[in-house]
């Protein structure tokens, strides 16, 4: 498997020939700012310096996000990585910026996982291209959900040091950062104290970088201005090297003292040569210590994580018995309500044919008490029975259709035709496959249909903005925004704030970053309290897009807890629920404990050529198998199945 990336340097024959191997301890500011001073007059400094801010300006050029934030909703999976090519955004974060960081690795076998979790990717770039969001911020979020990007962060911290050049040294080990830190004489445990109010040993690892990058570009520009980050983070190797290699380059420096000639018994010229290759293999050694070295740590670290994986798979293995035990007793006792519910519906219509045959009985014996008076007032009195008798069966059939399950289009003929006439109200299920499949046609076809028939729609927003759902259903129902102005559309956005949106819609409710989930129940309990009149009359439809990204930012617990609320709010209100869910964003365990609760899923998937969908759950279906379908425009074209159940 190819190792990508930079080891220590890009050219560790430039560092280690003008290495100096000193203690940690504090140095004298001035001897260091001379040291820096004939550092960057050298050409080959110089030189190598140029290449990385020009490799810089070049990835920027090509990536702008920062300054465009708005191209990373146009960006493809294809854009990221492709085996087969070697001028995709990960080729450029790697090789073609291979002069930026110090201590940059990575494995290009992480860059397909990366792929594979691709709507949650574009989320973190979202946020570290954020200007209103802090480097601490920024480092701690889930980057370990995509597997390879956790550990040090390097990938994150890598496109820091390119996104804000400026600001950021290239300096990725925290430990190296400490190193360096300590040296320069800079107090980082004091100023932890004073900024986060907590012992800097207890600090993320995102408030590590932060305080110590902040530490390190201070005393540069306190020390040597000049100095660009990129050399800056060159010149500290140059300085400082990890202690452990200090105790061999002093054994080195032993032997090569031994091994000296006499001076005066030959030429100066054959001295200084047998000194040059002694001094040559001198570096060769000590670059291969550091190349053994280095590749040691990262054992280590491989090591390490294995065990922490080990220990966090037996935890989940625990927690998901656990966890298994408590969703079977759920199950268990909402069977048993259900069943008890339906005890007391039968017991209620049996009193309520009780009530209307004594009622018929009572209307029997009144008239039978007037059978000797007049033809005429019996008559009337039999049209009163007839009335009466009449309306009372009207009132009891109306009430039993009432307490049947209406069914609900989807805005796809065949689809409603599968369904054996649409969607059950008060069902509450999920969307589930891989991207771009044709999941969001069926989401929008949903939503238009519930607007063509006048019955509210309310969107939950985790991973789109409010304009990017509008122009979807622009494009499905010209008439959208008219919806919108009519008050018909209703969003909770629990992306915009997250990813630096401040702009407003006034048909809107918004959670910021310090939102707990739980309000999003709150949130929409109060528009439905709101619109309570019309959603008696026409019902509403819900949209939640999309539960899998919640995970970004919250945990199995904290989703579960909500969806549980949230599911049983809507089954209540009669309203159909339509949650959207990632295929490789979740565990497969988490993912499951989410259709627990859920009524049904429709699950989509494919083969390469074709793609097929399946109902699982959710009513009575023509069939359970998996159906081949067909992308179009702004639908899905269904295939063949039975129809001859549909009446």
């Not at 010229?269 to 060769?284: C, K, L, N, Q, V």
């Not at 008890?340 to 209307?356: G, M």
């Not at 009430?399 to 289009?409: F, S, V």
Request: with cysteine; proline share 2%; charged share 30%.
């Amino acid at each position: 498997m190819a190792t990508l990336g930079v080891i220590l340097m890009n050219n560790q024959d430039d560092v280690l020939k003008y290495t100096t191997f000193i203690s940690t301890d504090v140095m004298d500011k001035k001897e260091i700012a001379e040291r820096a001073y004939q550092f960057a007059g050298r050409r080959e400094n110089v030189e190598r310096d140029s290449v990385a801010v020009a490799q810089i300006k070049d990835f920027l050029a090509r990536y702008p996000f920062k300054e465009k934030p708005e191209l990373l909703r146009n960006v493809s999976p294809d854009d990221l990585y492709d085996r087969t090519s070697n001028d995709r955004f990960f080729d450029w974060l790697t090789m073609k910026t291979d002069r930026v960081g110090v201590s940059f690795t990575c494995e290009r076998a992480i860059f397909p996982e990366a792929v594979r979790r691709f709507d949650f990717l574009k989320v973190l770039l979202t946020v570290l291209v954020s200007e209103k969001r802090s480097v601490s911020f920024k480092i701690d979020q889930n980057w370990g959900v995509i597997p390879g990007f956790g550990g040090e962060r390097m990938i994150a911290k890598k496109l820091l040091s390119i996104y804000y050049w400026e600001r950021v040294v290239p300096v990725f080990r925290t430990e190296h950062m400490e190193l360096f830190s300590s040296g320069l004489g800079i107090a980082f445990k004091n100023s932890a104290l004073q900024k986060y109010r907590k012992d800097y040993s207890l600090l993320s690892m995102g408030q590590k970088f932060e305080l110590l990058n902040a530490g390190l570009v201070e005393f540069k520009i306190a020390n040597m201005e000049k100095m660009t980050n990129t050399q800056f983070a060159s010149f500290l190797y140059s300085l400082f090297l990890p202690s452990v290699l200090e105790g061999e380059k002093a054994d080195d420096g032993a032997e090569s003292e031994t091994a000296k000639p006499d001076m005066d018994s030959g030429s100066g010229s054959a001295a200084s040569e047998y000194e040059a290759r002694i001094r040559e293999a001198d570096r060769m050694i000590s670059d291969l210590r550091r190349q053994l070295v280095i590749r040691e740590e990262r054992i280590a670290e491989l090591e390490q994580e294995l065990k922490m994986k080990s220990a966090e798979l037996a935890e989940k293995d625990s927690l998901l018995g656990q966890r298994e035990e408590k969703v079977r007793q759920e199950l268990s006792n909402q069977l048993k309500e259900a069943e008890r519910q339906s005890e007391i519906e039968k017991a209620e219509l049996k009193r309520k044919i009780s009530e209307l045959t004594g009622h018929v009985e009572e209307l029997e014996r009144v008239i039978g008490s007037r059978e000797s008076a007049p033809a005429l007032q019996l008559s009337g009195t039999d049209t009163d029975r007839s009335d009466v008798v009449n309306g009372e069966m009207d009132t009891f059939h109306q009430q039993g259709a009432e307490d049947g399950r209406q069914r609900l289009k989807t805005g796809i003929d065949r689809l409603d035709d599968l369904l054996n006439g649409g969607i059950p109200a008060g069902s509450q299920f999920i969307v589930y496959g891989p991207s771009f499949i044709g999941k969001e046609l069926v989401i929008n076809a949903f939503a238009a249909e519930g607007l063509a028939e006048g019955a509210p729609l309310i969107w939950i927003t985790t991973d789109r903005t409010i304009d990017e759902i509008r122009a979807e259903m622009t494009s499905v129902i010209s008439s959208y925004t008219e919806y919108e102005k009519n008050g018909l559309v209703y969003y909770i956005d629990a992306y915009s704030r997250i990813v630096g949106d401040d702009s407003v819609s006034e048909n809107a409710a918004y959670l910021d970053e310090n939102s707990s989930v739980e309000t999003i129940n709150d949130m929409a309990n109060s528009r439905i309290s709101s619109i309570e009149t019309l959603v008696k009359e026409k019902g509403y439809r819900l949209v939640f897009r999309s539960v899998s990204s919640l995970s970004a930012n919250h945990d199995i617990k904290s989703i579960f807890a909500l969806l549980r609320q949230f599911v049983a709010h809507r089954r209540k209100d009669r309203c159909v629920g339509i949650y959207s869910v990632e295929k490789g964003i979740m565990p497969e365990q988490d993912l499951q404990i989410i259709n627990s609760i859920m009524d049904g899923v429709i699950e989509f998937s494919t083969d390469t050529r074709n793609n097929f969908l399946a109902v699982r759950g959710i009513c009575e279906t023509q069939s359970r198998d998996r159906i081949q379908y067909t992308l179009e425009k702004s639908t899905i074209n269904i295939g063949s199945f039975f129809l001859g159940r549909i009446k």
